[in-house]
Every structure is written in C-alpha cells, then in structure tokens.
C-alpha cells in the first residue's frame, strides 16, 4: 500500500452518478477517498434519474457531498440520454483534465461518461465490470459490454467476471476482483436503517408477521402490457397468503396506468396500514426505509440487479423474474433462485420459498463492507 507524501500531487478523480443504483455504489468510493487523503475527487452527476425520490434523498442518507457539477440530462430515449449526456460531460473532462474518470454499474449514464473519458485520453474505472446476463436485449448489457471495452482499469464484484473479462481480451493486469462497493453501502448503513420507522407506517412493525416485498421496473417486465398482467396475476395469488409491499419506480407506475392495470394493486396511502394480505403499492422508498423493509422480509420478489445482490448478504429468499442473471455469485453463494416470469412458477417458487425455513449463506468472498477502501488503494498504486 503507497501512500501520497507531501509532495506527491493529489490524484484528481471524477466521480459519476446518474441513476438510483449508482448512488449506493459510488458512495463508499467518495468516503474512501476522503479517508485516506491524496484524493481531490470532483462529483459529477448526469440528472439520468432527477426526482427528489429516485436521487436527492440518496445524497441525504448517504451522507454523500452534494454534486459538484449536475449535467441535468433528465429522461429520453436511449439514443437522446446516452448522446445527450456525452454532449455535456466532454467539456466537464476537457476543461478538468482529470487523472481518472470512474464509472459505476451499468445505466445509460456510465456507459456515456466512459466513451467520452477514453476518447479525451483520460483514463476510465470501471466499478462492477464484468458482469454478463449473456441476454444482449437488454439495455445494461450492452452498457456493460461497451464500457468493459474501453476502461483501463476493471474492479470486479465476483470471481466469474474476472473470467469474463478475461474471456473478452481484456488483460488480466487491468483487472482487480475488490468487493462489492453497494455491499459496502449497505454494511455501513444497517445500524441506522434499523432506527427506520418504516414497518410501523405500513402496519406491519407493531405485530410483526411475515410479508413479502415486490419491486418491478425492467423494460422485459413493465414495458410489455400481456406480460406485466401475467406476472401480476401471479403475484396477486402470492398476495393471498401475505401482504405484498410493491414500492413503484416511476417507470412501472407509467406503464400501468397506461394498460389499466391499477385494479390489481391496492394504493396504500400515508399512515394507512397493509391488511393480513394484498398487494400493496407504494411509492418509491428512500435507501433506509428500503434497506429496513428489505431486512425484514420473509420473501423479496425482483427484477432488479442490486436487489438480488442485497438479499444475499441479508439472507432473505430472492426471487428474480427473470430468466437469466449476470450475478451468479447471488445463486451460488446467496438466496437468490431465477423463476422467469411464467405466472405458475412464480406461484410455485413462492409456495415453496415460504415452506422453507429461512437461512442465511455465508456471502460471496470479499463481500465485506472493504472494497471501497481496495479501490482506493488500487487507484494510490497506479495512478
Ligand atoms: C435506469 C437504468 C436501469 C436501472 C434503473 C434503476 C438505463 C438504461 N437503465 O432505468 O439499468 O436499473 O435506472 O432505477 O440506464 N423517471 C422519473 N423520474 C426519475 C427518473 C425516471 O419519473 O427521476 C421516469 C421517466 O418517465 C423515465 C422513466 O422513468 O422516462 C425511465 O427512466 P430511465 O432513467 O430512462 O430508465 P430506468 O427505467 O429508470
């Protein structure tokens, strides 16, 4: 481990967030940084995700500084947001002139700051490289694929994207397996999500008694009428045996008004409490509130990326709806089980998920609450 002296000119780092999921895992990465000294690091974030309720509580709760500079790119189609956000990053970068640009997950916004970095000269990082669902229709992988491609230094979550990187051509020396940077976020921030009041809001803290908690916002999921009824039809059934708690990314809220498929779900207002059974929707929930009701559950239904991975070191059952997923390490090491979106497996899969008696696996290797403080050390060495 180097560590910068006196003279040793600070390491200007750019930092880039745009949407909900890269909050948890750029965090750490930023306290890390101030921790260790010889960082000056600058924080840009895009405006990919702009409600207060889908980026500014994130800032709040995660103690985050506010950003230094907001590209305010806002929603589009995947064209107009990737281009648009690359039209207002190349003069962030080539006024800054930064040692590094780094990168984190695999939204629109990190796939269009690594393009632009490396094609300035400057060096990109790419935090959560490497993971492949092997499904090219959906947008992320080829965020992935795209970013992986052009960054210089990759730090990986898990073992199997060591491999396929190295399966791509990317050399092994580029390559750093560190940790899991969200699981870091969510170690550091337990303690205080348990003070979250949020189960006694929905009625379910009192009393405790078992529920599930469901949240859905893919495009393979949401965005096809037939298949979102389908796979609510089936989640409803599962809503007989416990209340189902749905917070709705604004996406899937979009998407079921448009189709008219508000009548599976009941709305449950503020300071209204959940029923012994239903599916309830809620609005979006801020990182604690989310963190504590996650904990909680006796089941988690999802076809979120993080999520799958969250439920492995909570050691609450995973169910992802979804037919393929690119954090294996979630299966082999964790709760998670892939049961697609076919209504009678869902049904099943969570009959069976509830006759099990919980248990918690030991975790993926490195999922320790310290990779941040590997990247940071990383970064010290070669940079
Ligand atoms: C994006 C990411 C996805 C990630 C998800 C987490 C891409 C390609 N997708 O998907 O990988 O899992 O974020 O949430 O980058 N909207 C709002 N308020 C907001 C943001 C979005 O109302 O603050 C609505 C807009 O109608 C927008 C829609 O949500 O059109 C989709 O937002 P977008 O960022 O394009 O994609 P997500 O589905 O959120």
Redesign the pocket.
């Known amino acids: 481990m180097t560590h910068r002296g006196e003279n040793t000119p600070e390491v200007r780092a750019v930092i880039v967030v745009?949407?909900?999921?890269n909050f948890m895992k750029a965090a750490p990465v930023i306290h890390a940084m101030a921790a260790r000294g010889g960082f000056s690091p600058r924080l840009v974030h895009t405006g990919?995700?702009?409600?207060e309720?889908?980026?500014e509580v994130f800032f709040r709760e995660l103690e985050m500084p506010a950003p230094d500079v907001n590209l305010g790119v806002?929603?589009?189609s995947?064209g107009a947001?990737t281009a648009q956000i690359m039209m207002r990053f190349e003069p962030v970068v080539a006024e800054s002139r930064p040692d590094i640009v780094l990168v984190v997950?695999?939204?629109?916004?990190?796939v269009a700051c690594s393009l632009v970095a490396v094609k300035l000269g400057v060096r990109v990082g790419h935090v959560e490289a490497g993971l492949r669902s092997g499904d090219r229709s959906m947008?992320?992988e080829l965020?992935r694929i795209v970013t992986d491609a052009v960054s210089d230094l990759l730090f990986t979550t898990e073992a199997g994207a060591n491999a396929n990187l190295l399966r791509e051509g990317r050399p092994a020396g580029a390559i750093h397996l560190v940790g899991n940077t969200m699981i870091d976020t969510l170690l550091r921030c337990r303690a205080r999500a348990e003070r979250s009041p949020v189960l006694e809001r929905l009625g379910l803290g009192a009393e405790p008694r078992p529920y599930a908690v469901l949240t859905l916002?893919?495009?393979s999921t949401v965005d096809e009428p037939q298949v979102l009824e389908a796979v609510l039809d089936a989640l409803h059934e599962v809503a007989r045996a416990l209340p189902v708690v749905f917070p709705i990314?604004?996406?899937t809220?979009?998407q079921l008004a448009a189709a008219g498929l508000g009548r599976h779900l009941v709305a449950l207002a503020e300071g209204q409490a959940a029923g012994p059974a239903g599916l309830y929707a809620v609005p979006p929930m801020g990182y604690l509130d989310f963190l504590k009701l996650m904990s909680r559950a006796r089941l988690v239904l999802t076809d979120?990326?993080?999520i799958q991975e969250e439920t492995t070191i909570l050691g609450v059952p995973c169910l992802t709806l979804r037919d393929n997923t690119e954090r294996p390490a979630t299966i082999e090491h964790g709760t998670n089980v892939l049961v697609g979106r076919d209504p009678a497996r869902i049904i099943e899969e969570s009959r069976r998920a509830l006759a099990r008696p919980p248990g918690a696996p030991p975790g993926p290797p490195l999922w320790d609450g310290q990779a941040a403080e590997r990247i940071v050390d990383v970064l010290a060495r070669v940079l």
């Open positions: 745009g949407a909900r999921p990919q995700h702009y409600d309720k889908m980026s806002g929603s589009g995947h947001q997950g695999d939204v629109n916004s990190t947008p992320e965020n916002h893919r495009p990314h604004p996406r809220a979009r979120s990326g993080g």
